[in-house]
């Protein structure tokens, strides 16, 4: 089932969150770039920050913290 659906939409500090996010990966791979790790919790911030908020709903908040991060509902 495709659900990028629930990338769209996005307010936008966390549309600003998940591209640096994007961007800060590929700098990540292609080496010497240090602060991806400031990427990847600056994008969780913003996910949880939208969800508490209302911003987003639960299901997209968890759509993205699987998708980018890695993380998963089952996890916690």
């Known amino acids: 089932m495709d659900s990028s659906y629930l990338e769209l939409h996005l307010p936008g ?8 996010f994007i961007i800060g ?3 990540h791979q292609a080496g010497g ?3 991806f790790d400031c990427d990847y919790c600056f994008l969780q911030s913003s996910i949880n ?8 709903s639960s299901e997209q908040a ?3 913290r699987d998708k980018y991060l890695g993380l998963s509902k089952e996890t916690f």
């Open 13 to 20: 500090y966390l549309q600003n969150a998940l591209d640096l």
């Open 25 to 27: 990966k590929q700098k």
């Open 33 to 35: 770039y240090l602060r």
């Open 49 to 56: 920050c939208a969800e508490v908020d209302n911003d987003i």
């Open 62 to 64: 968890w759509y993205l």
